[in-house]
C-alpha cells in the first residue's frame, strides 16, 4: 500500500511529466490495439483528474489515431497489402465509405468496435479528413468522459451501487450498439452503391 501511495505523491509533484506520459499512452494505443485503452484511461483520470484525464486521453489518442489514419491512406495501395483483402475486407472498405461522421462517432464511442480497424479501414477507403476527424474524435470524447469519470472517482464510485449499475447498463448498451454494427457489415451487400 505505501507504494501507491509513494506513487500517487510522485505524480502529484511531476503532473506535467504524467500530462505527457498520459498522452503517449494513448497515441501508442492507437498503434497497438492490444493496449487496454480503457484502462489507459481511467489511470489518466485517477492520475490528472476527471478534466486532465479527458484532455490528454483526447489528445494523445486523437493524434495517433489521425496518425494511423493518414499513414493507411499514404501506405494501403501498397501491394504488400494484397493478401489482407478478401471479400470481407472489401465489404468493410465499402461499408465505412458508405457511413457519415455519425456513424464513425458510434464506432469510437463504443469500446467493443476495435477502432484501430475502423481506422486503417478508413485510411484505405480515402475518407476525407474533415469527414474522418469530427466524427472520430467527438466518439473519442464520449468514451473518454466515461472513463476519465470512473478513474477520477474510483473509490466512491465503487461504493456507489447507482453508478456501478449505471455503468453496468452503459457497458450493456454499449456491447449492443457494437454487435449491431458488426452485423450490418456482415451482411453489408458490396454491391450497394457507395455514397
Known sequence: MEYIDTFFSMAQDNQGLVFLIAIAATFIESFVPALPLMAI????????????????????????????????????????????????????????????????????????????????????????????????????????????????DITGFLKSPEKIIALCLLVVVSFLIGKKLNYNIDKYDISNEVI
Open 41 to 152: 484511461v481511467m489511470a489518466n483520470g485517477l492520475m490528472l483528474g476527471f478534466i486532465g484525464g479527458i484532455i490528454s486521453s483526447c489528445i494523445g489518442s486523437g493524434l495517433g489515431t489521425i496518425a494511423l489514419f493518414l499513414l493507411s491512406r499514404k501506405f494501403g495501395t501498397l501491394k504488400y497489402f494484397d493478401k489482407f483483402r478478401n471479400k470481407k475486407t472489401y465489404r468493410l472498405i465499402d461499408w465505412v465509405k458508405s457511413q457519415k461522421s455519425f456513424v464513425l462517432t458510434l464506432c469510437y464511442s463504443c469500446p467493443f468496435v476495435p477502432g484501430c480497424l475502423v481506422s486503417i479501414t478508413s485510411g484505405f477507403c480515402n475518407k476525407e479528413l474533415k469527414t474522418f476527424v469530427p466524427g472520430m474524435i467527438l466518439g473519442k470524447f464520449i468514451l473518454f468522459t466515461v472513463s476519465s469519470y470512473v478513474g477520477d
